[in-house]
Each structure stands twice: as structure tokens, then as C-alpha cells.
């Protein structure tokens, strides 16, 4: 019986695998998939998502397929309000953004778990895990064949397959799901050198974006759709926003010369981690798993290796103590309450509220004219900010209106 099994060997799934390694658990990583594989993605990188690729000692590998950036720049629904908000100095994290194709990350995360000698198994497509008294029994099929695993423990690193999650118990809770759909071009003209999310041309409430790659003229083109503030789906599906979103004349400048790399694919996002289950007994759930991914930006490439390292404490813990139950896995959930908590909760608030054309056309305007609430704007959205506690309502109103 293995220590440790983990589903999934995504950002999280794989991150997790390296750390336990790293620290003699007995563990192993199976994913249906076949490495280097893609996943459906703006392959944008947030300052905490590098941090943690330092952390790890691994962002030497992205020097020539990563793109470092600089700026993110927010354009509003009139198009003609552009907002730049450079990147903090350095604080908890590094004063940069990036953006790897997932293709590349990945299996470059994978590889470094397998160098580290976590035991990869490709092409196992998890069906079901039973849990018992005695351990937990994971079901799957290897190349058509069944197999079973057996561990003490399983996390679970699924992202956003909703059928399984469904399966063992962690479906999601409600209609907090972001449609999105991606798109690669190359020789694209006039591409800023930022991170650009764009409000003109995608319907809302959702945003379009253009990351540009390391490679000249490339980026990842995008939209994410969200459910309306009731909860109710938005009424286009993410292809048919893509398309008015690049058909928008801004997008169509800059994609006048530009020829499409591979087919547009769209892929749902889970981001709603405020009302997600995140373990039971013997299993242990991380990343987009537990719906850790921004509401506000859809990012998750971050909490996804944050989480993965969280749960690698507490499941040492759990070997350590022999005790896998749901009631000791409670302190992992209250150790990401605690972290993500509020941020979620601010980012939610903003979406329903701020996400139409007036209040963004607004802020986008008010936060030019205002460098401490532009800061602190994005010091709590992409995470930048030393804050010892929650950042009130008090607060951005007091630099809204005096900063
Ligand atoms: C269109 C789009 C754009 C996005 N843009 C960004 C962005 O720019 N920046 C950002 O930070 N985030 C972005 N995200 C979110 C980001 O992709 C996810 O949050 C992130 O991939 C989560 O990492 P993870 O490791 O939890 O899951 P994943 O990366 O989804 O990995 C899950 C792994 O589990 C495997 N798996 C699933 N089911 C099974 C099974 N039954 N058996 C075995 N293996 C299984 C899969 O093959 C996969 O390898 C975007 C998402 C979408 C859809």
C-alpha cells in the first residue's frame, strides 16, 4: 500500500507529489492524460504563480518558452479608458508576471516530480475511489485495462472534471461556473508587452484577454463568461463570445495580419471555492479541484501549487499521527479559509456589483487619477499585498475618495 496517491498532475497534482517526494512519503501520481499534453488556458502567470516557481526552484527552466511581463492593463468597455497598473516592487512576490504555455508548464512540473522520483502512471483515467477503515482503494483503467491502487490517503487534483468530483461526493455546490474559451495566433500586431484584460467587445458580465507569449507576434487570445449575479448561466456559450469578442474592431486591428495556431477550445472554469467541500475522510482535495481559481480574473495556476503545498503539510501530519480522518482534515480547510477566505469574498462582491459597462467605464477612469487605490486594487486581486488583515470597504472608499 502506498502512502499517498494523487489524481490529477496538473499545477497542483504535481506540485504536491514534488513536496511529499521531497520529504520520503511514499507516493505516486497518475493522470489520464498522456504527457506533455495541453490544457485549455490563458497561460498567464500571476506574481504568486512565479513566486512559487522560485520557491520550488524551477522558473530557470521557463527562461526561453515563459515570457516575463511587466504590466497588466485593464481596457474598459468604451475602449478608449486604458488603465496600466505596473507590477509592485518586491514584497511577498515577485514584481513580474509571466506567461508559459500550458503545454510547457506542465510537463515541465511533471518532470521535475519524476526526477525528484515520484512514480508517474500516464493514461489512468480514475473512475471512482472507495474508502474504507483500512485505506482507500483507487479505481481506474490504464490503456483500457482495469487497475486499483491502494493508499492510506488520496488527493485529489482533478481541476475542473466535474463528472468525477460529482462521483466521489465534491461536485460543485452551484452554478459558480466561468465558461472560457482560448484561441493562439501568431504575427498579431501592435501586442502591448502586457497582460492585457479587455471589457470592450466581450458581453458581460465576462472580459476578454490578449497575452502575449515568448515568441514574437504570438499570444493567447481569450474570453471567460460568467453566471449573472441570480446565478443563472450566461446566455451565450464561450464560442459564440470568443467570436464577437474578436470580431470587436480593436481585436480586429490587431488580428488583421494574423493566422490562428490550432483550433479555439473552451473549457469550463470552477471558482467557487467560498462554498466547496475540501476533504473527508482519506481524501484530501486541491487546486481547481475545491473551485481555487480567481472569480474575478479566472486565474488558478497559483492557488493550485499554494493549495498543493497547504496539503502537503497537513498530510505529513496525518502520517505522521496515522490519522486520515475528515474531522483532522478540518484544519487544512480552516488553514485556506483562513488565506483565501476574504480575497474570494472581495472578488465575488466586485463581480456582482462592478462587472457592467457603467461602474467599469467608472473605475477605470477614477483609478488612473488614483495610484494608492490602483495598488492596493491590484495588491488584493493578484495577490501582491503584505495586508495583515482584510482589506475593508472603508479602506478603498477612504483612497477612492482622498487618496
Ligand atoms: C480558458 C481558460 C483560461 C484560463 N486562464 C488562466 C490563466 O491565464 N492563468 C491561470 O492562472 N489560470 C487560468 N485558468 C485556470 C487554470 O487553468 C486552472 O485553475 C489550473 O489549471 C488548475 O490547476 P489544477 O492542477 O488544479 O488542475 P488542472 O490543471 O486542470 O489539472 C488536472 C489534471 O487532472 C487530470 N485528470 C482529470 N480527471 C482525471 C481522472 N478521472 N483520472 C486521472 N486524471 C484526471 C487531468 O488530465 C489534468 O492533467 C484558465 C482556465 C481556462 C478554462
Redesign the pocket.
Known sequence: MQDIII???????STAARLLKQQGVDVIL????TFP?D????????PR?VGMLEKLGVIETFSETGKRIENARVVAPNSTGILDVPMPAPRKTPPYLYTIP?LTL?DALLQHAIADGVPFLGQ????DVNISADGAEVI?KQNGEAVTLHAKAVVI?????MK?LRTLGFGPTDKHIVL???GYYRNVKGLSGNYEFRFDGVPLPGYG?V?PLAEDGMANV?V?MFPKADGSPHPMTARQAFDQFVAHPALQDMLADAEPVGPVR????RSDFLRSKTHSDRLLL????IG??NPLT???????MESAEIATHHLLTALQTNDFSSAAFDAYDAELREKYGWLFKFCETVLNKALNKTALNTLVTVAKWKPNLKEMFSDIVLGTGDFDAPVTRRQILKEALFG
Open positions: 489524481i490529477g498532475a496538473g499545477p497542483a497534482g497518475v493522470d489520464r492524460a499534453r490544457k485549455t488556458c490563458g497561460d498567464g502567470l500571476t504563480a500550458r506542465d489512468f483515467n480514475v473512475l481506474g487534483a482533478v481541476g475542473a472534471n468525477l472560457a474559451a482560448r484577454w497575452f481569450g471567460g473552451g473549457f469550463p472554469i486541491i487546486g481547481e479541484a481555487l481559481v479566472g486565474e488558478g495556476i497559483d492557488y493550485a
